[in-house]
């Protein structure tokens, strides 16, 4: 999917809105019909046009509810996935310093026999 997703959306719904415009005028230009008629019909195509809007709105939000749900749950899997791994990461470490800490006491305990055995 491409990033920019929201604007190609909203500029879809745009062209539609104002293709419906157009076309509603041109129909009403060319119809030959009373002015109260026309007033009616603009009255109606005016009516549809705002529930066929609203209805694309009320999609339009749930479908970005439902995008930033799946982000928010699909943070909250990496943000456990990091903990876990940082937490392995401690434990290495603390071990290797252990490790470390072992080798080098066993370093400075051979080093200290010769000069124990030289000074008796």
């Known amino acids: 999917m491409s990033d920019n997703n929201g604007s190609d959306i909203g500029a879809?719904?745009?062209g539609?809105?104002?293709?419906g415009l157009v076309g509603a005028g041109v129909a009403l230009l060319l119809a030959p019909q009373a002015g109260a008629e026309t007033r009616e019909q603009i009255r109606?195509?005016?009516v549809e046009l705002q529930s066929k809007g609203e209805d694309t709105l009320a999609e339009a939000r749930?479908?970005?509810e439902?995008?930033?749900?799946?982000?928010?749950?699909?943070?909250?899997?990496?943000q456990?996935?990091?903990k876990v791994i940082l937490e392995e990461g401690q434990k290495r470490l603390a071990e290797a310093v252990e490790e470390t800490k072992k080798a080098a006491a066993a370093v400075a305990g051979k080093k200290e026999e010769p000069e124990?055995?030289?000074a008796a």
């Open 12 to 14: 879809f719904f745009a």
């Open 44 to 46: 109606q195509k005016g």
């Open 116 to 118: 124990a055995a030289e």
């Open 62 to 64: 749930a479908k970005a």
């Open 16 to 19: 539609f809105l104002v293709g």
């Open 80 to 82: 456990l996935q990091s």
């Open 66 to 78: 439902a995008v930033a749900a799946d982000i928010k749950r699909r943070a909250e899997e990496v």
